[in-house]
């Protein structure tokens, strides 16, 4: 059992590190807003974020966070 949880340690500890980069890597929300009050935001960018680098960080973001509280309530069991 000591091995396992030492894995899903190493485990836990990669997807911190992989959380906290693709936080680090999206745009601040106060560059989209200023898009949005301008009517920007219905150009092409705007209707189509989920195919855009953006849209794939959130997405990314989301799947990690789930991973980093399932890994979290895991870890603290008693095994």
Do not use: H, P
């Not at 059992?1 to 959380?19: D, F, K, Q, S």
């Not at 999206?26 to 189509?48: F, M």
């Amino acid at each position: 059992m000591e091995v396992l949880r030492g894995i899903v340690t190493v485990l836990y500890v990669l997807l911190c590190i992989a959380l906290i980069v693709v936080v680090l890597m999206q745009e601040g929300k106060s560059a989209g807003l200023s898009g949005a009050i301008n009517g920007v935001a219905d150009t092409y960018w705007g209707k189509n974020k989920g195919r855009s680098m953006e849209g794939t960080l959130e997405k990314i973001t989301k799947a990690l966070a789930a991973l980093f509280i399932i890994l979290s309530i895991i870890l603290t069991m008693n095994w």
